[in-house]
């Protein structure tokens, strides 16, 4: 397995454009998570699923950020109107029962 | 709730030398794991150690140990005869296994390796 991938590497929007970050989990897992990182805040868990399905959100900031997993293979990160506090790495993990794998990150910039 | 606290921000230690991470964790729940990850500078994460809450005895893997300490709540990783390949950003996780499965990271523990 090629581990996860995502994609892009590397993003620069505009603010107010939309972005959408993707990720394909390890193939088997069951669990997808979605993390940020930052300087200021470190590493933040976003929301993450269960057999497609979202657990918890809570960590969601607004309503700008939302998240699908329309199935076992693939999960999208959208941030719909981007902002330049937005910038950041955004993760994706995936795992079974124990640890997660991580993804390489995407660096979001936002101008 | 779960919470991971790292309070040593930054660490230095000499090449060959051992060093120790703190991690101290806050879960009512009795079924959860412990990780470490490593960061180093190029960005990604990188798996190193897991503890689970029912293992009698401490983790290890290579250089690392982790020094399990249940009732005070602390998961310290010990990496021996530290490496330069060892300076990186270091986080310390935990998942509840009883339910949810939700996983969290401390703030992370930036190490420098000298010379």
């Known amino acids: 397995d090629a581990g996860v991938i995502q994609s892009p590497r590397h993003e620069v929007t505009e603010m107010g454009q939309e972005v959408t970050l993707r990720c394909k989990p390890i193939s088997g897992h069951d669990y997808l998570f979605w993390y940020r990182q930052t300087m200021m805040r470190g590493l933040e868990l976003l929301i993450y699923?269960?057999?497609?399905?979202?657990?918890?959100d809570s960590g969601m900031p607004e309503d700008r950020f939302s998240a699908k997993m329309p199935n076992a293979s693939f999960s999208t990160l959208k941030i719909q109107p981007s902002e330049p506090r937005d910038s950041a790495v955004y993760f994706c993990?995936?795992?079974?029962?124990?640890?997660?794998?991580f993804g390489q990150g995407t660096r979001l910039t936002v101008v | 709730a779960q919470k991971i606290t790292q309070t040593q921000p930054g660490m230095f230690v000499q090449e060959k030398e051992a060093v120790t991470l703190d991690c101290t964790y806050d879960?009512?729940?009795?079924?959860?794991?412990l990780f470490w990850y490593k960061q180093p500078s190029s960005g990604e994460m990188i798996f190193l150690i897991y503890q689970g809450s029912y293992d009698e005895q401490n983790a290890t893997e290579g250089r690392y140990s982790l020094n399990f300490q249940k009732a005070r709540k602390s998961a310290n990783l010990v990496i021996s005869a530290s490496q330069l390949g060892d300076s990186a950003m270091y986080f310390c996780a935990m998942r509840l296994t009883g339910g949810g499965n939700k996983l969290t990271f401390g703030t992370g523990t930036q190490l420098k390796v000298e010379l």
């Open positions: 993990a995936s795992s079974f029962s124990g640890e997660a794998f």
């Open positions: 879960t009512s729940d009795q079924s959860y794991g």
């Open positions: 699923f269960n057999n497609n399905v979202p657990i918890d």
